[in-house]
């Protein structure tokens, strides 16, 4: 959407601009005097601007009655540390909590205004990669619609993820500039300001205190965003930091005319929080990345002290009043910058010290992957931050003389526990560190949970035995199910009243609505508008016709070998090979989509995409197929992308190899919004299935166990390929470059790969995967089966709610409820 497709402004002069409410003059007195422009020559823009600071007077007053009341009742706080917050847009949740969507679309419209299409101008705030950082916002959705004091801590990333454009079907990566027209969501506070240091060196000072001289330091300055709940109930912070040299100009440089040399401070300090590294899987590893930690985390935790102690006085009793929440071990580094205030700052003991700090944590993890596992060098991590260092030796003295007294604690187990890899070169393991300095360690679902427990963590686990505990994710229903879907949201509504948009629990209520004929006829008319409107969206953004009537087939999310893209391709592939050669046989007109982006490193995920993009363009230009088959892969995947497509689509995509996805969380948004699962019993997907019924979910494939019995007895994917024509003659037909006739030895190499090393064991689940695909067009074509399955799916997954979620964490991990 260009500006200048947007309906202009009226014509009149200001001041008979027709404001026929009192909104619409308030937006309007808001545009002169905060935006500076008349109605003449706004621009969208500037009404965006001037709806939102408009909006924002009655979220702030909100905001501080809710921090007023946390303040007055002494109330626990829960503090969300997370490197990511993929929040996507704000306008349209926040006018949709507070319940005046309606007021002001019809507001703007009196000046001329489409609010549909300001909404589509916000930038999505991309400050993160994917599933963690969604959940992230999710979580912080959910904590201030339960009416829960809480901050989330981030980085307020200049460029955010970045922008994916397709060049003739390869991946290109472009900076994502979101604060480029200002972020009237922010607000800057200058006075909470911190002191960040890194390097230097310790020395020691008079009985036996510590002193810490950085070589460097930056300043972290806060900029806060409101985090308005379900029926502006709440309105909780985001508190993301922004670095700033202390000394932004070196003067005496400047004058003596080294003009770089006077700046150098002011690029490095910027440096730090300039962009989100865009890797979801493997660790960056790199110095910047734990100076991104370290920085985040300190400030963070300076914060929380420093609240700590002007409102209660006694550091003592912080775990009181303070939950610290680590997602994933990217602030783990927290767990020791609390044990350095404690003690150093502080004066407690350092058992005092680590009592409390282990009371204020919960660590919760989400992956298995053992490549996705951080860990830093050990000289890096001592250069970096040498005071640190010293504490997690101590920390780890303290852990192994604890492992060492347990029975059935041996040598190996110990050297699994310590907070130091010593196998080869010297790592400090993260994940250790987090897991020994919180009181509860979480997975993301009920089968990954149980993995942690038998692998990665299965020593940590021997030794604090009811530390693990399982907090399936969620999702919040406003923005997934409500905001994105509301011809479904009103029909939902007219079936069993509005209860459910306060509990996503009393969706139940719809299950009988499924063996109703005339509302299976509506709900069926709700998917098929959605579609229609996608269709046009394709149809504008690239040019492809899609037919509306058939199954839209879809899989959407970060592009990764375990997601298994490639599985969803080849059978696309070979289902394509199917139609030609049997054009007499009835086949179910299918769209398949795929999108999503890959890390800007990783080869085989970007030569994935150039394949689906391929793919597509030889299916799509096919007389024979015509309508029967039509594949897209639509560029730049974010939050708003996927708020367009989900509510459109028939059957949801969730095949990894079972045990590798921790939880997903997509797979949850599709189902709310009466999408069928095709999936493997992995994550959350078998938490699905136990909700929404066998019978109303497609399942197929290995289970983990059996991945984990055939990679331990020598499985091949050569034998299985050699045992399955359909198969063969896909991966054949992509080997021998079918689909790359510019460059036929494209795809050799990847498909060499499922011959010789097949770990994600694409091959072994192949016909599992096809048959189940058979099924669906089975299904498909029953419209009263499909139908009825399709209600019981969004009837049954309000236990999906993040609202759930964040109870059980809220009861169960931080005492706040
Ligand atoms: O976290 C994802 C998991 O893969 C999903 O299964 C799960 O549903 C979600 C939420 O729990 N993990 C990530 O998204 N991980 C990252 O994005 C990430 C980012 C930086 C570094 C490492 C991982």
């Known amino acids: 959407m260009t500006d200048s497709q947007i309906a202009a402004p009226p014509t009149a002069p200001a001041a008979t601009v027709p404001a026929s409410t009192a909104l619409a003059s308030a937006i309007v007195d808001t545009l002169v005097h905060r935006i500076g422009k008349d109605a003449q020559a706004a621009r969208p823009h500037d009404w965006l601007a001037a709806t939102i600071f408009t909006l924002r007077n009655e979220i702030i007053e909100r905001w501080m009655e809710s921090t007023k009341a946390a303040h007055a009742a002494g109330a626990k706080r829960v503090y969300y540390l997370s490197l990511e917050f993929l929040i996507g847009r704000l306008l349209r949740d926040a006018l949709s909590n507070l319940r005046h969507d309606d007021e002001v679309a019809e507001a703007l419209a009196t000046l001329g205004v489409d609010l549909a299409q300001i909404e589509e101008i916000e930038p999505d705030a991309a400050l993160g990669n994917g599933g963690l950082g969604r959940l992230a916002a999710c979580f912080m959705e959910s904590l201030a619609s339960l009416d829960l004091p809480a901050y989330g801590y981030g980085i307020r990333y200049v460029n955010g993820m970045f922008r994916q454009r397709l060049d003739d079907g390869w991946q290109m990566e472009l900076p994502e500039n979101w604060l480029a027209h200002g972020n009237p969501w922010e607000f800057e506070r200058r006075e909470s300001a911190y002191f960040v240091g890194f390097g230097g060196e310790v020395t020691s000072a008079a009985e036996g205190r510590v002193h810490w001289s950085p070589a460097e330091a930056v300043e972290a300055v806060a900029f806060d965003t409101p985090m308005v709940g379900w029926r502006g109930k709440r309105v909780n912070t985001l508190r993301l930091w922004n670095a700033r040299a202390f000394d932004p100009i070196k003067l005496d440089q400047f004058n003596a005319g080294d003009f770089k040399g006077a700046l150098d401070g002011q690029l490095r300090a910027e440096t730090l929080t300039r962009v989100l590294y865009p890797n979801d899987s493997t660790p960056a590893g790199q110095e910047l990345r734990l100076r991104q930690e370290y920085f985040f985390s300190s400030a963070s935790i300076q914060d929380i002290v420093r609240r700590h102690v002007q409102y209660f006085g006694d550091i003592r009793t912080l775990a009181d009043k303070a939950a610290i929440q680590l997602n994933d071990t990217h602030p783990a580094v927290a767990v020791a910058e609390l044990m350095r205030i404690l003690t150093d700052f502080h004066e407690l003991p350092f058992d005092v010290a680590w009592d409390i700090t282990r009371a204020t944590f919960g660590y919760t993890n989400h992956t298995l992957l053992p490549e996705a596992l951080e860990s830093w060098p050990l000289p890096l991590f001592e250069r970096l931050l040498p005071r640190h260092m010293q504490i997690v030796y101590a920390i780890n003295a303290k852990l192994l003389r604890e492992a060492s007294k347990v029975e059935g604690i041996d040598g190996r187990a110990i050297a699994a526990i310590s907070l130091i890899d010593e196998g080869g070169e010297r790592r400090v393991r993260m994940a250790n560190l987090a897991f020994a300095g919180s009181h509860s360690v979480n997975g993301v679902a009920a089968l990954h949970t149980e993995l942690m427990k038998k692998t990665v963590f299965a020593d940590l686990h021997r030794l604090y035995p009811d530390r693990i505990n399982n907090k399936t994710n969620g999702i919040t229903p406003r923005r997934w199910l409500q905001q994105c879907n509301p011809g479904l949201t009103a029909l939902l509504g007219e079936a069993i009243g509005p209860d459910f948009q306060d509990d996503a629990a009393k969706l139940t209520a719809l299950v009988p609505f499924a063996d109703d004929a005339s509302f299976r006829e509506r709900f069926a008319a709700v998917k098929r508008s959605n579609k229609v409107t996608l269709s046009t969206y394709i149809k504008e953004s690239m040019g492809l016709t899609l037919d509306p009537d058939a199954i839209f087939d879809i899989q959407i999310k970060r592009i990764h070998e375990y997601k298994r893209q490639l599985l969803g391709i080849i059978e696309t592939v070979a289902l394509y090979d199917q139609i030609r050669s049997h054009p007499e046989r009835r086949w179910t007109p299918r769209v398949k989509l795929f999108a999503g982006k890959a890390a800007s490193s990783y080869h085989n995920a970007k030569l994935i995409i150039k394949l689906a993009n391929d793919v597509a363009k030889r299916i799509n230009a096919d007389p024979a197929i015509g309508d029967l088959l039509k594949v897209a892969f639509v560029p730049n995947y974010n939050v708003s992308m996927a708020e367009r497509i989900i509510p459109a689509a028939d059957l949801s995509e969730q095949i990894s190899t079972a045990g590798m996805e921790a939880s997903g969380t997509g797979n949850m948004k599709f189902a709310l919004n009466g999408a069928l699962t095709i999936g493997t019993l992995d994550g959350a997907n078998i938490e699905i299935k136990d909700h929404v019924g066998d019978d109303n979910i497609f399942i197929f494939g290995l289970t983990a166990d059996e991945v984990a019995e055939k990679r331990a007895g020598g ?86 709610s993040s609202d759930r979620t964040i109870g059980e964490y809220a009861k169960q991990i931080w005492g706040v409820m």
């Open 715 to 800: 499985y091949r994917g050569r034998d299985v390929i050699a045992g399955s024509a359909e198969l063969a003659q896909a991966v054949n037909a992509i080997a021998s470059g079918v689909f790359s006739p510019d460059d036929p030895s494209r795809y050799k190499g990847l498909m060499d790969g499922l011959y010789d090393h097949d770990w994600f064991m694409l091959a072994a689940d192949f016909d599992a995967y096809a048959a189940a695909q058979r099924d669906v067009d089975a299904k498909w074509n029953d419209a009263d089966s499909w139908g009825r399955s399709a209600i019981l799916n969004v009837a049954n997954m309000g236990w999906f």
